[in-house]
């Protein structure tokens, strides 16, 4: 999904004009002064990349050509997409959270929050570029301002289902060790190398009957220890899944 050009001037032309913001994701860091006008940016980002943005065919293609084969997916991405498209839950690991839920901001627990009935009223009640006061999401516990659980500092709450997934992931790889696998590396790029690219090098490094195989639109490459292993493609990969299906 596009976070900027016609699709972001669409959904929040007023906040591009206010506050100069140019897209979706940095709007995601703007510092607004209050939490009304916070609520009020984040209510629609969540609504329309969470709850009202469609599947993307990319995932359904995806899903296609994994079907019938034993897979897991590893995702930085916090949009529900790969759900929406049909991949099981107990095969996803969303290590960086998801627009469909809240954490207390302090935070007291480890505890999340779903959001959509909430996200949907301060979309409706919202006026200038401002939610009601009474809107503002508190915590249960503990009276603080709900936000985000979106992974950006030491206070992300990590709650009792992703610590699942992650132990899922984990088996997932435990089993797969030192057998033929594919290491499908798709649109990663360098925002977060840690988590899914440098990991998917070492595993591919470790394991001789191993395949690393990258597609990014941006830098697609590998480490030389790796090279007789790896398939690192510059394309878009909506068009190399949707080749791939094609036969």
């Known amino acids: 999904m596009a976070y900027d050009g016609q699709r972001f001037e669409k959904t929040f032309g007023d906040f591009c004009q206010k506050y100069g913001i140019e897209d979706m994701y940095a709007g995601g860091f703007y510092p607004f002064g ?18 009202e943005a469609g599947v993307g065919k990319p995932y359904r293609d995806l899903l296609a050509l994994v079907e019938g084969r034993d897979h897991f997916v590893l995702t930085t991405n916090v949009d529900h997409q790969f759900q929406l498209a049909g991949f099981e839950k107990k095969r996803l690991f969303y290590t960086q959270g998801d627009y469909g839920l809240w954490q207390c901001s302090k935070p ?17 009640a919202q006026r200038d570029m401002k939610i009601p006061t009474a809107l503002i999401p508190r915590c249960p516990r503990c009276g603080e301002p709900l936000t985000m659980n979106l992974r ?16 899922r992931y984990e088996d997932f790889v435990r089993r797969h060790r030192g057998t033929h696998l594919l290491l499908l590396e798709l649109g990663v790029g360098f ?47 909506g068009r190399v899944l949707g080749d791939l299906l094609a036969g």
């Open 108 to 124: 007291c627990c480890q505890q999340t929050y779903d959001n959509e009935e909430q996200v949907r009223q301060m979309v409706e």
């Open 34 to 51: 209050t939490l009304e006008e916070y609520w009020a940016w984040w209510s629609r980002q969540i609504l329309v990349n969470r709850y």
């Open 191 to 237: 925002n977060t190398p840690g988590i899914i690219k440098y990991p998917f090098w070492k595993m591919t490094a470790q394991n001789p009957q191993a395949v690393y195989a990258c597609v990014n639109v941006g830098p697609s490459y590998c480490p030389p220890q790796i090279q007789q292993q790896s398939l690192c493609l510059h394309e878009d990969l």
């Open 152 to 167: 950006c500092d030491d206070a992300f709450v990590e709650d009792s289902g992703w610590h699942q997934a992650a132990r």
